[in-house]
C-alpha cells in the first residue's frame, strides 16, 4: 500500500509542473507574426484586406496592420484616407515601425504633391537604418521629390536605387538615370564635384560625354558606346543600355529622295502654305531658284504638282494682313488687319552657325492640297506615288487627321494637336506661341526671376500662352505664375488717356497652382479649399514681366507700366516675337529701352543671305519670313528624320532656333534673345 500511495502522490505532485511546462512550450511555440512577409514584401494586398486585419489584431501586429495598411492606401490613390490612418498611429513604435512610419509620411507628402515637404521628411531619414525593400522605397521616393530636375543628388539617388530593383522597375531606374543626364549640358556635367570612389557616376558622366560629343553621327556613336562599355564592363548602363541607347544601335538612315509636301494651297491658309513650300524648295536647290514674292494678286494663279488643276491664289488680305495674323497658330482665327510693315534696321546680334542639310536639286519633291480632298486621300495618294517621307500637314486640325490616319509613312508633321501622341514615324515641328512661351519661361528663368506676370490679349491665344508658360515654369521649379489679360488697342489707349497705366499685378495661372484633391461625399464632388500659395498669390513683388503683344501695342503698354509703377520698378520686361513685326524706327526703339524681346536666328543676324532672300520673297512681311525660315528648316529636318526619331539628344542649328527633338520627337525651338539698348538691338547677354 504504502508504495503505491507513494506513486500516487508523486504522479499528483508532478501534474502542475507537466501542465506549467506545456503551457510555456505553447507560449513559445505560438504562430508566427502574419504582418511580416507583407512587411518585408511589396504589400501586394489591398486597403481592405489590411484594414480588415488591423479591426481583428488584439495584440502588437495591430500596428503593423495598421502600417500595411496606409500603404496600401497611398498605393491604390486613396490619399485622404491614408492621412487620416497615418494620424492615428500610436506613439509607442518599435524601431522598424518607427522606420516604416516615416518612411510613409514622406511617402504621403509625395501623393499630395508637396515635394519640400517630402524631401524635408527625406532628409531626417538614415538609409542604412531601413531594410532591403524599405531603402528600395526610399531611394524611389527621393527620386520623386527631385521632379525630374537634373542633378548630383538626383544621380546618386538613382545609382544607390539601381541594385535594389528588378525587371522593369531595373530598366526604367536605367532610363531615368540617362534621361537625367542627357539634359544636362556638358559644362554641368564637368562642373559635379564627385568623390575618387564614385566609379558607377564617374562611368555615367563619360558616357553622357561620349553621347555628346557624337550625337550628330549614329555610325560614330555606335562606335563610341561599344568601346565605352568595353570600359565601364561592370556599370549597369553596360549590362542593360538605356533604351534610348539601344535604340541608336538599331539606328537606319530614312530615305529623303522622294518627297511629299502636304501643304494648303488654297483657301485662308494659301499664303502660309505657300511660303513654307517655296522656303522648302530653295533650301532643297540651294537657294538657285528665282525668288517671286508670295503675295500676289487675288486673281493670278500658281501652278504645283498636286495632281489636279491650278487653283487661284487667295490674297492674303483675305485673311488678315500676314504681318499680324496668327501665323503661329495656323487654326484659321482671323485678327485684326494692320498695316505693311517695313524692315527694321539689322540687329547687331552676333552671328552664330547655321547648320543646314545639303541641297539635293535631284531629290523628287511632290506638292498636295490638302485643302481640295480630305486628308487619308492625300496621304494614300502619296503612298501610292512611292513618298519615302511627308512633310506636312499645317494645320492643327489636319494633324490629328493624321494621327487618326496611321499611316506608315514617315512624317514631319508642320504643327501639333493639343496632346501630342508619341508614333514611331512622326515627328512634330511647329511655330506654335506655346513653344515660344515655353522658350521664353527658361530664360527669364536663367536670368534669376522668380517672380513672373504674363501681360497677355484677353483671347484664346493668351490662354494658351499662359498655360504653357506656367506649366514649363513648374518644370523648372517655379512657384506661382501671375497673369493679367489686356483688350484692344482701343482699350489701351483709352487707359493711356486716362492716366491709368497698368500695375504689375495680375491672378494664378491654374496651372501654376499645387494641385489638390477634391473630395467626393454621396456622389458629389466638392473641389479642395484654396491653399495658402493660392490665397496668397500676387502678395509678392514682380521681377519679371512677358509681354504678348503686337508691335503697336506693346508700343502702348510699355509706358502704361512705367506710367503705373515708375520707371524704377525693378521688374524687367521681356517680349515675344510677336512684337517685332517690323517698321521699328529710331524713336520705337529708344521708347522699348531695356526691354528683350525673342526672334528666330535667322532675322537676328545669324544667317543675313537667307534672310535677305526670305524678306525679299515676303515683301518684308516678318510673320511670313519665319514662315518662310520654317521650310528651310524643314528641309533639313526632313535629311535628318532617323536621328531625330532613333539618336538622343538630336541638335541642329536651325533658321528657326537651336532645334532639339524629345524623347516624342516633337521639335523644340531655342530662340534668341534681343534688348533695345540706347536706340540700337544688342544681344541680351
Not at 538599331?250 to 485662308?268: D, E, H, R, V, Y
Not at 491650278?310 to 495656323?330: G, I, K, R
Not at 542649328?653 to 537651336?658: R, S
Amino acid at each position: 500500500m504504502v508504495p503505491s500511495i507513494f506513486y500516487r502522490s508523486n504522479t499528483a505532485r508532478c501534474l502542475p509542473i507537466v501542465l506549467a511546462t506545456l503551457f510555456f512550450a505553447g507560449c513559445g511555440t505560438q504562430a508566427p507574426d502574419q504582418t511580416a512577409p507583407h512587411m518585408q514584401g511589396k504589400a501586394e494586398a489591398d486597403s481592405g484586406y489590411y484594414l480588415s486585419q488591423m479591426q481583428q489584431a488584439s495584440d502588437d501586429s495591430k500596428t503593423n496592420w495598421q502600417l500595411l495598411a496606409i500603404r496600401a492606401l497611398l498605393k491604390e490613390g486613396k490619399t485622404n484616407e491614408a492621412v487620416t490612418l497615418f494620424n492615428q498611429l500610436p506613439e509607442a513604435l518599435d524601431n522598424h515601425q518607427r522606420n516604416e512610419q516615416a518612411l510613409l509620411g514622406a511617402e504621403a507628402k509625395l501623393a499630395q504633391r508637396d515635394y519640400p515637404a517630402a524631401t524635408a521628411l527625406l532628409n531626417n531619414i538614415k538609409p542604412g537604418d531601413l531594410e532591403q525593400p524599405q531603402q528600395a522605397r526610399y531611394w524611389h521616393a527621393v527620386i520623386v521629390a527631385s521632379e525630374g530636375r537634373p542633378s548630383l543628388s538626383l544621380l546618386r539617388a538613382l545609382i544607390a536605387e539601381e541594385p535594389l530593383v528588378t525587371g522593369a522597375d531595373k530598366q526604367k531606374n536605367i532610363d531615368t538615370t540617362w534621361q537625367t543626364l542627357s539634359q544636362m549640358t556638358p559644362e554641368q556635367a564637368n562642373a559635379l564635384v564627385i568623390n575618387a570612389d564614385e566609379n558607377t557616376l564617374q562611368g555615367w558622366l563619360d558616357l553622357q560625354r561620349v553621347w555628346f560629343d557624337n550625337r550628330n553621327d549614329p555610325e560614330l556613336m555606335k562606335a563610341a558606346i561599344r568601346d565605352w562599355q568595353t570600359r565601364y564592363p561592370n556599370n549597369p548602363g553596360a549590362k542593360l543600355l538605356p533604351t534610348p541607347l539601344t535604340n541608336v544601335q538599331k539606328f537606319q538612315p530614312a530615305s529623303a529622295n522622294k518627297i511629299a509636301l502636304l501643304l494648303p494651297l488654297n483657301g485662308q491658309a494659301a499664303v502660309f502654305g505657300r511660303t513654307i513650300q517655296q522656303g522648302f524648295e530653295a533650301a532643297k536647290n540651294a537657294g538657285t531658284s528665282p525668288v517671286t514674292p508670295v503675295s500676289v494678286p487675288a486673281t493670278a494663279t500658281t501652278t504645283a504638282e498636286t495632281g489636279t488643276a491650278a487653283q487661284p491664289v487667295q490674297a492674303p488680305d483675305a485673311v488678315a494682313s500676314p504681318s499680324q495674323a496668327a501665323v503661329n497658330d495656323l487654326t484659321n482665327e482671323p485678327e485684326t488687319p494692320d498695316a505693311q510693315p517695313e524692315q527694321p534696321a539689322t540687329p547687331a546680334a552676333a552671328p552664330t552657325p547655321t547648320a543646314a542639310a545639303p541641297a539635293n536639286p535631284d531629290a523628287e519633291l511632290k506638292v498636295y492640297d490638302t485643302s481640295s480632298q480630305p486628308l487619308a486621300q492625300v496621304l494614300n495618294q502619296a503612298q501610292q506615288d512611292g513618298a519615302s517621307i511627308v512633310i506636312g500637314p499645317l494645320l492643327k486640325n489636319s494633324v490629328e487627321e493624321l494621327l487618326k490616319s496611321n499611316t506608315p509613312l514617315n512624317v514631319l508633321a508642320l504643327n501639333q494637336p493639343e496632346n501630342v501622341e508619341s508614333r514611331a514615324n512622326i515627328c512634330y515641328f511647329a511655330l506654335s506661341p506655346e513653344d515660344e512661351a515655353r522658350d521664353a519661361a527658361n530664360h527669364i528663368w536663367q536670368e534669376g526671376k522668380r517672380a513672373p506676370l504674363l501681360l497677355v490679349p484677353r483671347s484664346a491665344l493668351g490662354s494658351r500662352v499662359s498655360s504653357a508658360f506656367a506649366a514649363e515654369w513648374s518644370k523648372l521649379g517655379g512657384g506661382i505664375v501671375l497673369e493679367q489679360k489686356f483688350g484692344s488697342t482701343a482699350e489701351l489707349k483709352m487707359g493711356i488717356n486716362s492716366g491709368s497705366g497698368i500695375a504689375l499685378t495680375g491672378s494664378p495661372v491654374s496651372a501654376s497652382l499645387p494641385q489638390q484633391e477634391s473630395v467626393t461625399i454621396g456622389g458629389l464632388t466638392i473641389p479642395a479649399p484654396p491653399t495658402d500659395a493660392q490665397i496668397t498669390a500676387g502678395s509678392g513683388k514682380v521681377d519679371a514681366a512677358y509681354i504678348v503683344a503686337t508691335q503697336e501695342e506693346v508700343a502702348l503698354i510699355k509706358p502704361m507700366i512705367a506710367m503705373r509703377a515708375g520707371s524704377q520698378s525693378g521688374a524687367s520686361l521681356y517680349a515675344s516675337s510677336r512684337s517685332a513685326q517690323g517698321g521699328a524706327g529710331a524713336d520705337f526703339r529708344l521708347e522699348m529701352e531695356g526691354m528683350q524681346f525673342s526672334d528666330i536666328p535667322m532675322l537676328t543676324g545669324a544667317n543675313p543671305a537667307l534672310q535677305q532672300q526670305a524678306l525679299a520673297a515676303v515683301n518684308n512681311d516678318y510673320s511670313l519670313a519665319r514662315l518662310y525660315a520654317m521650310g528651310v528648316d524643314a528641309w533639313s529636318l526632313a535629311n535628318n528624320f532617323s536621328q531625330m526619331r532613333q539618336v538622343p539628344g538630336f541638335h541642329l542649328a536651325g533658321n528657326t532656333g537651336e532645334l532639339t527633338a524629345t524623347q516624342d520627337c516633337v521639335i523644340n525651338r531655342k530662340l534668341t534673345w534681343l534688348r533695345y539698348q540706347q536706340g540700337q538691338i544688342v544681344p541680351a547677354n
